[in-house]
């Protein structure tokens, strides 16, 4: 099991970039794949991004393609979104979580078994 604790979120307007931080504590961080996902309100929790344990191989929605980025810091425990163009449907909290997938890569939220309480990101139009 990992604890995981996301910083970053905050109001910006559209257009603007926001940077979103996990800490994760405990030594087997590296043997986890990581994802972001993000809930608005009224709707259901969606993937957004994902990478792997080791940060080889990583997955995003379409929706953000191109505009976020998703990077790791093993020695760190750490790992990032960089959320680029920002635009009013990005609004939700978002929340980083991990899965035990060996070197693979899931974009399910159900195989994401440690989750973080979640951080508000507010795009204003």
């Known amino acids: 099991q990992v604890q995981l604790v996301e910083s970053g979120g905050g109001l910006v307007q559209a257009g603007g970039s926001l940077r979103l931080s996990c800490a994760a504590s405990g030594r087997t961080f590296s043997s986890y794949a990581m994802g972001w996902f993000r809930q608005a309100p009224g709707k259901e929790r969606e993937f957004v991004a994902a990478?792997?344990?080791?940060?080889?191989?990583?997955s995003y929605a379409d929706s953000v393609k191109g505009r976020f980025t998703i990077s790791r810091d093993n020695a760190k425990n750490m790992v990032y979104l960089q959320m680029n163009s920002l635009k009013p449907e990005d609004t939700a909290v978002y929340y980083c979580a991990a899965a035990r997938l060996g070197l693979g890569l899931d974009t399910t939220l159900s195989k994401y078994n440690d989750w973080g309480q979640g951080t508000q990101v507010t795009v204003s139009s």
């Open positions: 990478i792997n344990a080791n940060g080889g191989r990583t």
